[in-house]
């Protein structure tokens, strides 16, 4: 099993170095001058001098050649230093240490309300097979998978706040446990949810015409225990298998969500690098952002045979 | 009696069907995809918005009551009334024709990054199959890599850090030349907008495309079409071009959703069209703004690209029905 975690690991390198390379090319190629952004916080009055502009391109060592800085990027990168913001001056570091639990207690909850409920409609849908609820069901995932957060979260929060007034208006983070929170959350959760729920819904409708189900239903054994027992188990493995496409789903939309809400996490971090081009700050939110894509499916892989024996076995032929 | 009619009548329907299979194979095909297409709620009410999206998109100024720019300061955030549908938003511009205009921005920049997609998708794909070994292999570690990452920040990232060099080159060549078409920065928004966005487009319609190719070229038919002397051209023209053609046209309607959602969130997110062009994305972000006050700014974009993505969604669900016939039972 290590040496199957080490060769995921090995293969995800030249990912990694590949994204990053393209995000420092451009920095390095086509942004403009970083120099002109440290220049305009540097302290005293300086002013536009061509003098002092190379003095301080000459201590940010950002007069060597391309590949000099960049293999420079990454010794630091490999040390665990994401270097100094343009914008700030502040450590990259400590900035992301600040917005990244906010980000990933909101991803974690989200994560855990959308398997549950997803799963719960996608169960209903499937006993309830071509009635007007699985319909409704069905046709609630389907449209809700393509409409993107900036325009459900906006429309959801009008209609709450103005019209229902059931709540505040949502805005900025003040911890976990907050009723600002909710609306968030549930912007956040409801577009995955549908692949969830279509996923079960597809698994439950495959394991019903399973024998043993038929089986288990020819003994008499109420539908209740049937559906506990027998089928929330297998699917279990479709519902864990998305959860690589979800990572990636749910990172674009923390973007815009934060946004939305003006929540100070990854997303925030990431539109406000964006927009004053602080590149330190952004090729640190791709390296992390593609570590957390790679963990989830490494720790899908490793947990899916657990779920289903046969994937392993699968596996193995394929590779023999 | 009636009985007798009813079997005759499901006799000449087996003819009937018989006879369709026995048909030119493409347009068989898209007969039978169509008929099963129809036959789909869902996907006739997408296929309807769509088609009213297209018709907004192509004769939008000739609809429109007002130009999309034209401000009337006396009439600012004014709610939705007779002479403005949609009310007006805080230059006083009509939203109605904004957002019709917004429709042709969605429906101009969708195509494109489709279309330039599909162009590379197919090129990279042959190319793979074609040549084979290591470069059919570098193309596929390619094509994983660009779906394994999160490639909306990649993109919104070269978006934005290739504009400014852009435009300060356009200044540069209309001093230089004093050609009118380099003050026209407005096409540099959608060029750098389709062109980044097809980037991450391209990976998708490249391992469909690939995977079509490899598996209708090893067919027996064509196979047996080519010992007995068919040219290659009418090979790809008769057999693979319409067996292949399924899954693409399923593809094509997905992506085009996909890019139209895209579009409008790199204008939400301000790297995309900016304004004053209208894009639903960067209506949207303007709403926001004001949304507690004057909640119709938000409300009509927001609702056209919910309802619209909601029409590709069916749309996209009934073609896959039709298509696969297989799947569908």
């Known amino acids: 099993m290590w040496k199957y975690v080490g060769n995921r690991l090995l293969r995800w390198i030249p990912t990694v170095l590949v994204v990053l390379l393209v995000v420092y090319a451009l920095a390095f190629f086509g942004a403009g001058d970083p120099i002109k952004l440290i220049f305009l916080r540097a302290p005293g009055d300086v002013a536009y001098n061509a003098e002092r502009i190379e003095v301080i391109r000459e201590e940010a060592g950002l007069n060597r050649p391309f590949l000099v800085q960049f293999g420079d990027y990454l010794k630091h990168l490999v040390q665990g ?229 046969r994937a392993l076995s699968k596996k193995e032929v394929k590779e023999a | 009696m009636k009985l007798t009619k009813r079997l005759h009548k499901t006799e000449n329907l087996t003819l009937k069907a018989r006879l369709d299979k026995e048909d030119v194979p493409a347009e068989s095909l898209l007969k039978d995809a169509f008929r099963r297409l129809v036959a789909n709620k869902g996907a006739v009410v997408g296929i309807i918005i769509i088609a009213i999206l297209f018709f907004f998109a192509i004769f939008g100024p000739y609809i429109t009551p007002y130009d999309f720019l034209s401000q009337n300061l006396e009439l600012r955030n004014q709610a939705p009334s007779f002479q403005h549908l949609f009310g007006t938003d805080d230059l006083g511009r009509d939203i109605f024709s904004r957002v019709i205009y917004g429709a042709r921005t969605a429906v101009i920049l969708s195509l494109s990054i489709t279309i330039l997609s599909f162009l590379i998708g197919t090129i990279v794909g042959a190319i793979g199959v074609y040549a084979g070994g290591k470069i059919d292999a570098f193309i596929v570690w390619l094509i994983d890599l660009t779906m394994s990452i999160p490639s909306l920040l990649l993109v919104v990232v070269i978006n934005a850090s290739l504009k400014p060099p852009l435009i300060s080159w356009m200044e540069k060549m209309y001093l230089q030349t004093k050609n009118t078409i380099f003050r026209e920065t407005i096409w540099v928004d959608f060029i750098l907008v389709f062109g980044s966005l097809a980037l991450i487009k391209w990976p998708k319609a490249a391992r469909i495309i690939r995977g079509q190719i490899l598996s209708i070229k090893n067919k027996n038919y064509v196979t047996a079409a080519r010992a007995s002397g068919v040219s290659t051209f009418r090979i790809l023209l008769r057999y693979i071009i319409p067996n292949a053609l399924g899954p693409v046209i399923v593809l094509f309607s997905a992506t085009l959703g996909e890019a139209m959602v895209l579009e409008s969130t790199f204008s939400f997110l301000g790297v995309g069209v900016r304004p004053p062009m209208p894009s639903w994305g960067n209506m949207i972000s303007d709403g926001l703004r004001v949304w507690h006050l004057y909640p119709h700014i938000l409300i009509a974009p927001a609702s056209f690209l919910a309802v619209v993505t909601m029409a590709f969604s069916f749309l996209g669900d009934g073609l896959n029905d039709a298509f696969n016939p297989r799947q569908w039972e």
Do not use: C
């Open chain 1, 81 to 309: 230093d994401f270097g100094n913001s343009l914008v700030s001056g502040r450590d990259v570091g400590s900035m992301i240490k600040n917005a990244l639990p906010i980000t990933l207690q909101l991803g974690l909850v989200a994560t855990f309300l959308l398997a549950i409920f997803g799963t719960f409609l996608g169960v209903v849908a499937a006993l309830h097979h071509n009635k007007w609820l699985d319909n409704v069901i069905s046709g609630f995932a389907l449209g809700i998978w393509g409409i993107p957060v900036f325009v459900s979260g906006p429309l959801l929060m009008v209609f709450l706040v103005r019209y229902l007034n059931v709540m505040d208006v949502p805005y900025g983070w003040h911890g976990l446990f907050n009723a600002q929170v909710i609306l968030p959350l549930i912007v956040l959760s409801i577009t995955p949810m549908a692949l969830i729920i279509r996923q079960s819904r597809s698994a439950v409708l495959e394991v019903m015409s399973e024998d043993f189900i038929r089986t288990a239903r020819s003994k008499g054994i109420p539908n209740i225990q049937i559906v506990l027992k027998h089928i929330l188990r297998p699917i279990l493995t479709p519902i864990v298998s998305q959860m690589g496409l979800i990572t990636i789903n749910m990172l674009n939309n923390a973007v815009l969500i934060e946004t939305v809400f003006g929540i100070p996490g990854l997303g925030q971090l990431t539109v406000k690098a964006i927009s004053g081009s602080d590149y330190p700050v952004i090729l640190a939110l791709v390296f992390i952002g593609s570590t957390v894509v790679l963990t989830v499916n490494l720790i899908v892989d490793l947990i899916f045979p657990l779920l289903d024996p």
